[in-house]
């Protein structure tokens, strides 16, 4: 299937200018049903699906949780996930009982003002499913399923690694953590709202420190180990965080916290709990 250079240029041309001001997940390109449901950003990783998406798929499949996640299984299996991943990220009282320390403590922190409907909303869904035709069945099928099945794990994941990467939600955070997910799912898509949301943001704050913020973290990050990528987003809710961080090989992005004291209208910190004393963080903002 050729890209649509069109909708590249479309995103691109987003990533660049508005990206992160307000609009990201509102609907603005149709999924595969015609429903206008798809923001820019997931529309670029579609659009590059191949080659990329078997790629991820052959590298992925090694192992046993990565095998669950391609294929739909155990906890990634669409029943499990809404009928128990999603309720339990949803369950406010649960997580706000969390200690301060918790990963899911520092989760609820994160979502509690708009939840994950909307997140959760640009998953390939099992509707869109291509069965038409001899190839079509033997190719869509498989295509589908694998895309159905790592979107939705993807996405719920998505907030879980913002707040054990502490990057924020801001365009420069949000940049870093597409650049983190290419490279721990083995999937180089990303990599370009990573370098495009980078571009952005030296421009608009006339700045190189978003640059060497970039480089810290394309570094940094080969260092991680991709187990991660591969578990539950649920599984680690209880877990102390910065033991999560120590087993998995998560940095503390240091040049981060220098854009985060130099450039303090353009973040947020909104992944680290306000009453959790990060020293690994606080010994490089403070």
């Known amino acids: ?12 041309k987003h990533l660049l200018t508005t990206y992160g001001e307000g609009n990201d997940l509102e609907p603005m390109v149709d999924d595969l049903t015609g429903e206008s449901r798809i923001d820019h950003v997931v529309s670029l990783y579609r659009e590059m699906n191949i080659p990329f998406g078997p790629l991820m798929m052959l590298k992925n499949r090694v192992s046993e949780n990565g095998r669950n996640v391609i294929w739909g299984r155990k906890w990634n299996d669409r029943d499990y996930v809404e009928n128990k991943v999603i309720p339990t990220l949803m369950n406010y009282e649960y997580l706000k009982s969390l200690p301060s320390n918790t990963v899911g403590a520092h989760y ?8 994950i409907e909307k997140l959760y909303n640009q998953r390939f869904k099992e509707e ?7 190839f079509d069945n033997l190719y869509n099928s498989f295509s589908d399923d694998i895309r159905e099945n790592t979107s939705r794990h993807l996405l719920l994941s998505h907030d879980i690694w913002h707040v054990l990467f502490r ?24 990599h370009l709202t990573g370098f495009f949301g980078t571009w952005k943001m030296a421009r608009k704050t006339k700045s190189k420190l978003p640059w060497k913020v970039w480089k810290e973290c394309l570094k940094l990050s080969k260092g ?16 102390d965080i910065q033991e999560v961080r120590d087993r998995f090989n998560i940095f503390t992005p240091k040049v981060y916290a220098e854009y ?14 306000p009453n959790y004393d990060d020293k690994l963080w606080n010994a490089e903002v403070i």
């Open 1 to 12: 299937m050729a890209w649509n250079l069109v909708k590249m240029y479309k995103s691109t």
């Open 108 to 115: 609820y922190h994160l979502i509690k003002d708009y939840g």
């Open 167 to 190: 990057y924020d939600t801001t365009p420069m955070g949000e940049a870093m953590i597409q650049t983190i997910t290419a490279r721990i799912f083995n999937f180089f898509p990303p």
């Open 224 to 239: 991680v180990s991709k187990e991660l990528a591969l578990f539950s987003p649920i599984e680690f809710l209880e877990h």
């Open 128 to 134: 869109e499913k291509r069965e038409k035709g001899k």
């Open 260 to 273: 985060v004291k130099t450039l303090p209208k353009f973040a947020r910190m909104d992944t680290i709990h």
